[in-house]
């Protein structure tokens, strides 16, 4: 696809082309931001009308029964399962990623606690999303129990890092900066050797890259699903154990809903079976609802077609940057290798912050990371080949005629 | 009121009564579930078709400053904060009830840790609405630092169970089973006379009764938007500090949302300054911006209006059960004094599930909670005198009848 007429091409004979009329996208825009919240599913306003006007507004209470509001976790999450590469009954769609996390970290700590008592490190890596690292040390700091926090880094590999002192190793599927991905397998597998459990963020993998939890022998996992499986901004998030842990994993998040009988309004808290004792307290129903619509159609593309598709994008965006823009400070900082590749391609450029603003205001949305990274979200359910042409089309125009603005870029803002 | 006729005139000179006109009420139903579950604003599908239409539909991850969903924890906690005895920055809507809980409870015990360090006992209430006493339990069982929840019941009043070793006292302030409302200023002082931190549960006060947490010195408090607030099922819940602790507190659910930079990507949390550090993952936009259109009609009430309303209300509900329903094993659990009684009236019966459960089926929605309790809740911005003429000639009915189903009482199902 050495031309714009050779990208056109490639859409009319893309399997997935028909997925795109599925969603809503605003005239003029080629988003590349589906990584970090994606696009309206056109079946959305529907369901949202039905949950308020029918289910909440006509059922009321009743709904909670009628309207199996009270399910919803379970039967989301087991509708999400596939796409994790687990089973039913593993998964549950609750509150949010980093609340997840939270759960899911402490219940491994508390496996640890009673197979390997004396392991008191905890090992991530420097570049993990915040988040990770912040509840980590919110744990850390709330036991007092001399735990410790061991990042990898460029000092420190995951092989030197993940020693006999370790309990728990919390990883990033996929790096939300530099799309870095890491084998799950080969990871697990190693850490597995030397005792420790993993907790997996699947934040930038569900619905973006092929996950097999199961396969892989992970332990637990959580994620996102308002990023690749489009459930809208700030959709509750999802948590996944093993069936090895089931039933046996214990998290201090103890609220009603995971309660194995919570309408007995027992004094005393005891678990649900099952991943149910993920649960906490009252979910947001209607943000929750909206979920199935992207779930409904993430289900319909075939996972392999959508994976060769996203490195067939990646691989075009690189490919033109480097014939394009090759005069420009521009770094690749994500991987060329495809099995280390999630599905968004980033760049370092010393005025990053500026020109990702300028793309914006040209209608070519990506967004904007610390420290200098340009970063392109692959959404292959509604990207085409030429909308990739256009982009970096916009990309080297701004870049060969320095039409970012300097002092945004001094002065910069809070964007997410 | 002693005949339809003159609850009828009541409900003309109501000076609420234009209230009903703003929410839709599914015909036929008289509605005395507003205390679980409260009804439809009529503005509600109107916003959510904005919210998703335009802001995520067409305005993608812009809207996150452009629609200023990334302040609308602030910005609704703000507006909800008067209908608190609260001031602007003291609250943030979030996450849910049990979990502002275990924040609110976190943050109380590490400002004992620092002050009274040798305290250990949490004190609530047996009969406490069972979430808040399973975050509790969740929490001592993970901290593993000696801690013990001592429970308020007939044994052990709270004189009593408040001594010179209590860290905490979390209590609810309006009982989600009997309607008992504590005097949240009297019992603030009697804990911080004995060196004792309050977290106060106002799921069943906010928007209910008036309160004043300012006023009353209290410590900490959460609470619940989806009930007399009609924030929509589940809409996420609120938190609240003291002035006197902001800045000074600390939460270990520190995700980035509580960041004082959430975009710079350090890899130390450090807290934002003031109410925001409550505040952990991405929020349930959706569902978090439909709390508006509730709020926007309770703020237009007189708070003051509302609670007199109540209370006639429920005097009605308990007179007319009192004078009809006399031959019937009915033993009201609600205070009689209107100091003690929130917006609810509870009665027991053997057979109160079935009862229930009939009168659900004639179209009076009340609720069941163990064991036996028939409740009522009463929410004067769209029920009127006449409603509840007409719920107590509805159980009149059935008792006189014996209309209930004594196997369905035997057989119960889960039922929120």
Known sequence: MQTRAACLLADQQDPLASFKDLFFLPPGVIYLDGNSLGVLPKSAQARSHDVIGQEWGQGLIRSWNDANWFDLPGRLGDRLAPLLGAAKGEVVITDTTSLNLFKALAAAIRIQQKALPQRRVIVSERDNFPTDLYMIQGMIDF???????????????????????????????????????????????????????????????????????????????????????????????????????????????????????????????????????????????????????????????????????????????????????????????TPREHASRGSHVSYRHPYGFAIMQALIAKGVIGDYREPEVLRFGLTPLYLGYTDIWDAVDTLKDILDRKIWNTKTHHQRVVVT
Chains 1, 2 share one sequence.
């Open 143 to 333: 036991l007092q129990q001399g735990y410790e926090l061991r990042l990898i880094d460029e000092q420190t590999s995951l092989e030197q890092a993940v020693g006999e002192d370790v309990a728990v190793l919390l990883l990033s599927h996929v790096n939300y900066r530099t799309g870095y991905m890491h084998d799950m397998a080969a990871t697990t597998a190693l850490a597995h050797q030397q005792g420790v459990i993993t907790v997996w963020d699947l934040a930038h993998s569900a619905g973006a890259v092929p996950v097999d939890l199961n396969g892989s022998h992970a332990d637990f996992a959580v994620g996102c699903t308002y990023k690749y499986l489009n459930g809208g901004p700030g959709s509750p998030a999802f948590i996944w154990v093993s069936p090895r842990h089931q039933d046996q994993f214990w998290q201090p998040l103890s609220g009603w809903w995971g309660h194995q009988n919570p309408f007995a309004m027992a004094t005393e808290y005891q678990p649900a079976s099952g991943i149910r004792r993920f649960l906490c307290g009252t979910q947001a129903i209607v943000s929750m609802s909206l979920i199935e619509c992207g779930l409904d159609i993430a289900l319909q593309a075939d996972m392999l077609a959508v994976r060769e598709k996203s490195l067939a994008l990646s691989d075009l965006f690189i490919r033109l940057v480097e014939e394009r823009c090759a005069d420009h400070p521009l770094t690749l900082v």
